[in-house]
C-alpha cells in the first residue's frame, strides 16, 4: 500500500519536511503532493485522479515536467506545475 | 416505459421482447481499453489507441455476445466532473439513462486512482459493474486484489478481465445476462461545508440531502468562480478517495510503484529534446515522405491508376457505355473525361484511397506505440506560442490524414478559444493526406520544391497561429496529458483500425467525389462552369497558370483533394512547367476546405466562423499564389 496520508486537502503542515513546489524538485525526487495553489486549476490534476496525499517521482522537467504517480506517468507543464506544493520525501 | 423492467430481468429467462432492450454503457478513464471491450461485446471496430482522447463521439451497437442488449461507449474520464466537452458528453449521457447498466472499466493497477468514480456511480444509485481489466499488467507487477471481497464490500459485480486477450469476457457476459440487481445507494461523508455549499447556491432547504454529482450538473454550479469550483471538487474528491483507500485497505495490497528514472532506451529517446526531434523528423521522412509519399501516392498509384484503372477499366467501361448507351450527353455523364465512372470513381479508387491508406496506416501504427503523447510533449512550447497546447498534436497530426476529422477531434482540446484556433489551422495550412499525395507526387523530382513549399506552409502556420493567438482573449492554454507506455504496436489491431479509418473515409469521400461529378457534368452541359471559368482566367493567368488549370482549381472547391489530383493528372500530361506546378501545388494546399471540412466546421463552430474563415482562405491562397508567382518570375527561380 502506498502509505499515503490523505488529508482534507488544505491543510498544510509547513513545520516539518521542506516544502517545495513541484517545478523546484530534482529529477528522480520523490514528494508527496499537499495542496494546490491555484484552485482554478485544480481540476486539471482532478482530472487526470491526481489529489492531495498522492505520492510521486520527478522523471524529467524539461521540456515538461513529468511524474510518475502510481504505475502512470503524467506531463504537466511548468505553469501548472507551479501551482502544486508538495513535501518532499527522503529517497533512497 | 423503460424503467418497468428494472426487476424483471431475471436469472435464466430467455424470453426478450423486443421491448426490453438493456442499455449498456461502457465509462471509465482515457486509455484502460473501453473501446477494446466494446470491441468484444459488439463485434464491431470501434478504434483502439494508446492515447487518450480517440473516442470522441457517443458509438453504440448491438450486441453480438449479448442478445437483447444495445451497448454504448463513452469518452474517457475520471470522474463525471467535466472539463473538456467530450468529457460534458459522457457526463450526460451517464447522468441521462438512470435505467443502464454501467460497465466501469479500469486499469486494475491503478484502481486506487480510479475507484472514486465506481463510487461517484453508486452514489447516484446506479446499477454497476466494476470491470478491472489489464489485469495481465497488474499481475506482473505483483498487484493484489481480492475481487470477490470488493465485491461484497461494494455490493456490486467485480470482473477481472484482459481485453486484449478476451479473458474475462465470457465471465462478464454470463453476469450481465444473469441480471444487474440495483445496489445499495452508498454514502460518502463529505465536510459539513460542501453541504453548506449546496444549501446556499441552490436555495435549498436546509439538511435536504444532496449529491454533489448532481448539483455539479445543476445550473446553480455556474454561480461558483473557478477557484470556488476548484475547491468544492477538490475536496469532493479527496473525501471519495478516502471512502475508496479505506476499502482498499481490505481487499487490495499495491507493492511500491518504482522511483527509478525513465526506463527503456527507445522511451528517453522520445523524451529528451535533442534526440526526440532527429527522432520526429525520421518519422517525417521515413514515415511521411518514403511511405505514404513514395510508397503510396507513388508505386500504388502508378499500379492502380495506369496499370489497371486505365489499361483495363477506362476501356472497358468506355467501350460498353458507348455500346448501350447511344446519347452522348448520357455517356459523358458516365464515362469519358468527366464521367462519374473515369472521373469521380477514378479519383476516388486509383488516387485517393491509396494515399489515404498508407496514411491511415502509418497513423495508427504511431497512435498504438504511444509515441503522439511523446510528441505532444515535445512540441508544448511551440504550440503554446501558437495559443495551443501539445495535446493539439493530436487533432493536427490527424489534420494531415484528414481535415474533416480532425476538425471534430479538436473537441479534446479544453477551451474554445483553442479549439477556434485549432480550427483555423487545420483549414488553412495543414493539407490532407489526398492532397499531400498528390503534392508529394508533383514535386518529388525536385526536393528544393517540396521543402520551399513545407516552409511557406509551415510558415503560414507559425504566423497564423501567432497572430490570432496575441489577438485572441482568453484563457493562456495549459498541457497536462497522460503518457502511455511506449508499446510494440499489435499487428491485427492496426490493420482493424486502419480499416475502420479507411472505411469511414470511404463512405464519407465516395458520394461526395460522384456527386461532384455531377455537378461537374451538370455545370459543363448548362455552360455555367465555362462562364465561371472564363470569369476566373485573368485571375488564373496572373498566376502563371494555363487556363486549363481553371476546371482544377473550380473542382478545388468541391474537394481540395479533388483538385489536385485534378492538377496531378495535367501534369501527368505535361502541361505544367515547374514554376506552374510549384504554385498551383501551393494554392491547391492553401485552398479552400472541402465540403465535408466546411459543413463539420458549421457543425461545430457556428456558420458565421464556417463563412468567414473560408473566405480568410480563399483570399490567402490567392495572395499567395500571386506573390509567389510574381517573385519566381523576378528572380527566376523555377
Known sequence: MEESQIGTGCTVDYTHNPSAVLSDLAKGETALIERFSDLAHVRKFLSLGILPGTSITVLKQSPAVVLRVGYSEFAFDRRLAGTVQVRRMPGK | ?638
Open chain 2, 1 to 638: 416505459m423503460s424503467n418497468c423492467h428494472t426487476n424483471t430481468v431475471e436469472t435464466g429467462s430467455s424470453v426478450q421482447t423486443a421491448e426490453t432492450v438493456q442499455k449498456l454503457i461502457i465509462c471509465g478513464p482515457p486509455n484502460v481499453g473501453k473501446s477494446l471491450i466494446f470491441n468484444r461485446l459488439t463485434g464491431r471496430h470501434a478504434t483502439v489507441s494508446n492515447y487518450p482522447g480517440t473516442t470522441v463521439e457517443i458509438s453504440s451497437g448491438h450486441s453480438a455476445l449479448l442478445p437483447g442488449h444495445v451497448v454504448s461507449d463513452t469518452p474517457g474520464a475520471y470522474s463525471l466532473m467535466p472539463i473538456t466537452d467530450e468529457e460534458r458528453v459522457s457526463r450526460d449521457v451517464l447522468m441521462e439513462s438512470e435505467d443502464a447498466v454501467l460497465l466501469h472499466v479500469v486499469d486494475a493497477k491503478n484502481l486506487r486512482r480510479m475507484l472514486p468514480m465506481t463510487i461517484e456511480l453508486l452514489e447516484l444509485g446506479r446499477r454497476v459493474v466494476l470491470v478491472l481489466n489489464m489485469m495481465d499488467e497488474a499481475r506482473q507487477l505483483q498487484v493484489q486484489i481480492d475481487s470477490t471481497r470488493l465485491s461484497e464490500l461494494l455490493g456490486i459485480p467485480v470482473i477481472e478481465t484482459v481485453a486484449t486477450s478476451n479473458e474475462g469476457i465470457t465471465g462478464l457476459c454470463h453476469v450481465i445476462r444473469d441480471g444487474i440487481q440495483r445496489p445499495n445507494r452508498l454514502t460518502v461523508h463529505y465536510p459539513r461545508r460542501i453541504q453548506r455549499i449546496m444549501e446556499t447556491e441552490s436555495g435549498s432547504a436546509p439538511d435536504t440531502p444532496m449529491l454533489p454529482t448532481r448539483f455539479l450538473a445543476s445550473p446553480a454550479a455556474e454561480k461558483l468562480t473557478a477557484e470556488e469550483l476548484g475547491d468544492f471538487e477538490l475536496t469532493v474528491r479527496v473525501a471519495r478517495q478516502e471512502h475508496g483507500d479505506q476499502l482498499l485497505g481490505q481487499c487490495a495490497h499495491f507493492p511500491p510503484p518504482s522511483t527509478g528514472a525513465i526506463s527503456g532506451l527507445l522511451n528517453k529517446l522520445t523524451m529528451n529534446f535533442w534526440t526526440a526531434i532527429p527522432l520526429a523528423l525520421a518519422v517525417l521522412y521515413f514515415g511521411v515522405y518514403e511511405f505514404v509519399g513514395g510508397f503510396g501516392a507513388g508505386t500504388l498509384v502508378d499500379f492502380l491508376e495506369n496499370s489497371v484503372y486505365e489499361t483495363y477499366v477506362t476501356p472497358f467501361l468506355t467501350h460498353w457505355t458507348e455500346k448501350i448507351i447511344p446519347w452522348v450527353m448520357i455517356q459523358d455523364l458516365i464515362v469519358h473525361d468527366y464521367g462519374v465512372l473515369t472521373l469521380g470513381l477514378r479519383y476516388a479508387v486509383a488516387l485517393i484511397l491509396p494515399v489515404v491508406g498508407t496514411f491511415f496506416l502509418l497513423f495508427s501504427v504511431l497512435e498504438d506505440s504511444g509515441y503522439l503523447p511523446r510528441l505532444a510533449l515535445l512540441l508544448d512550447r511551440l504550440f503554446k506560442k501558437l495559443g495551443l497546447n501539445g495535446r493539439a498534436v493530436i487533432p493536427i497530426v490527424i489534420g494531415f490524414g484528414c481535415g474533416t476529422m480532425a476538425t471534430v477531434v479538436t473537441r479534446i482540446l479544453e477551451t474554445k478559444r483553442e479549439r477556434i484556433i485549432a480550427t483555423l489551422l487545420l483549414g488553412f495550412a495543414i493539407p490532407c493526406s489526398a492532397q499531400l499525395g498528390v503534392v508529394l507526387g508533383m514535386l518529388a523530382q525536385r526536393p528544393a520544391a517540396l521543402v520551399a513549399w513545407a516552409g511557406i506552409l509551415a510558415s503560414i502556420f507559425l504566423v497564423l497561429g501567432f497572430i490570432t493567438s496575441k489577438n485572441m482573449p482568453g484563457e493562456a492554454p495549459a498541457f497536462y496529458l497522460e503518457m502511455p507506455p511506449l508499446r510494440m504496436p499489435r499487428l491485427g489491431n492496426v490493420l482493424t483500425k486502419t480499416y475502420s479509418r479507411m472505411h469511414w473515409y470511404f463512405l464519407e469521400i465516395l458520394p461526395l467525389f460522384l456527386a461532384a461529378s455531377v455537378i461537374i457534368w451538370l455545370g459543363n452541359i448548362t455552360g455555367l462552369f465555362a462562364v465561371i471559368i472564363a470569369g476566373m482566367a485573368p485571375l488564373v493567368k496572373a498566376m502563371g497558370l494555363p487556363v486549363e488549370a481553371s476546371p482544377a482549381l473550380l473542382f478545388g472547391f468541391f474537394r481540395r483533394d479533388y483538385g489536385a489530383a485534378g492538377l496531378f493528372d495535367l501534369q501527368n500530361h505535361g502541361q505544367l512547367d515547374a514554376r506552374q506546378t510549384f504554385v498551383a501545388v501551393l494554392v491547391i494546399s492553401l485552398f479552400l476546405p472541402c465540403i465535408a471540412q466546411f459543413m463539420v466546421m458549421k457543425k461545430e463552430r457556428g456558420w458565421r466562423f464556417a463563412l468567414m474563415s473560408t473566405a480568410a482562405i480563399l483570399v490567402t491562397a490567392t495572395g499567395v499564389g500571386l506573390g509567389v508567382n510574381a517573385i519566381l518570375v523576378k528572380t527566376g527561380w523555377m
